[in-house]
């Protein structure tokens, strides 16, 4: 029998509010985390991300006249373009869409007393215009930013108060949404804060004397932040479904000597212990000794165990871009990735910014996470960050997109095949966006063009790319059609 997607798979793509939206002070928005991270030219950039940033670079950023460049303020101006934006979409025949609230837009300090009515209201438009085109909206509560504000006052998530806000936060939009939203995420890529404090969790490295003290016990409060929105939307949303999301980091070793086993392995656990704490509800054994080892010692409060192991998620949503290689040493040449790193793979190409194609990985992950957790599984990220140049007549022949899709989308097809349980695939921005690692927009992974470059410069003209008539093919014949 033909290897198929299951009727009712959920197909479209993903997004995140700061790195889509633009419009960063308009309609009550308070100023956000990512709002704060400059644009550093590839030449001045210290590696590849441009994810850390000093408590200079954050005051600097309040400043009115500064000088340095936001890109994360315009994003793609989907605050004025979302209409013209969820039409393509839906002519793509997108079965769900994948976007965040900004925190900002509706709390624009995080601590104020009452919601902010327009940024409520600009999301209700957004969902009304998803329902005229029957797309279900998937929506992450926190997609690397919070108000900018909590990081001044309180440091970002180290500070426990921080959950009530946060709490307070998603028990407004759950019975705000509560019949518009069935689908949603807590904290995108949760496991990302270790690697970039300050996206994941509001932490600026300099203020802390012990920074991974501080992402663990940050980690913690978002930990039962989650767990505590997860009981929230179960009791006003019966219906939901409520979802983590891991940046899964699909680890090989480099050879078959056995330390290079053990040493992926302690990689592999490394990674899977958000979902650990997440799925079955406990911190494991590994990450406890860990935190011996290494003096590490997390603040909890009596019912934290408890809030854990009665509130896990309904599935696992997690972003697949690229797998890794860990060796025991010596280490060989490094190949980078979004937030990670690993060693570099002879078998595997590389993208245009050295991320190592590997879809056949994604298989194995699925199978990998699906044996571990045996709970639906969801692919909300994977995509092809290139550089993409219009032809003589202005058009994107983006074939090497379509290649990178169609090989993912196969090794989906396989593991559905192989007994795992997918609900569906949102691929990593359907239009062009702002990156998060680097905040150029020139590294694109759409279907649909964008008129800007890296400085904000441009019509914001929206433009069809070749990959777009493909993936509509794919999704009208439920992936039959590659
Ligand atoms: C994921 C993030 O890590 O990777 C997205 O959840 C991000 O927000 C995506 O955009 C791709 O990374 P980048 O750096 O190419 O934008």
Redesign the pocket.
Known sequence: MAKRFPEGFLWGGAT?AN?LEGGYNLGGKGLSTADMIPFIPKDERDGDNAVHITSEQFEEAFKEDSKKLYPKRWGVDFYHHYKEDIALFGEMGFKTFRLSISWARIFPNGDDLHPNEEGLQFYDNIFEELAKYNIEPLVTLS??EMPAALVKKYNGWIDRKVINMFTKYAETVFKRYRNKVKYWLTF??INAIALAPYNGGGLITDRFENIEQAIYQALHHQFIASATAVKLCREIIPNAKVGCML?RLETYPETCNPLDVLKTLKQEQMNFFYTDVQVRGYYPNFIKEYFRENNINIIMEETDEDTLLQNRVDYISF?Y?MSLVESAGPHGERAPG??FSGLKNPYLESSDWGWQIDAVGLRVTLNKLYDRYQVPLFVV?NGL?AIDTPDDNGMIQDDYRINYLREHIVQMREAISDGVELMGYTS?GPIDII????SEVS?RYGFIYVDIDDHGNGSFKRTKKKSFEWYKEVINSNGQVL
Not at 435 to 438: A, D, K, L, R
């Open positions: 995140a790195q997609h690397y995108n890529e940046a972003s871009y979004n937030l990220e960050g990593w990156s998060v690692s680097t590294k």
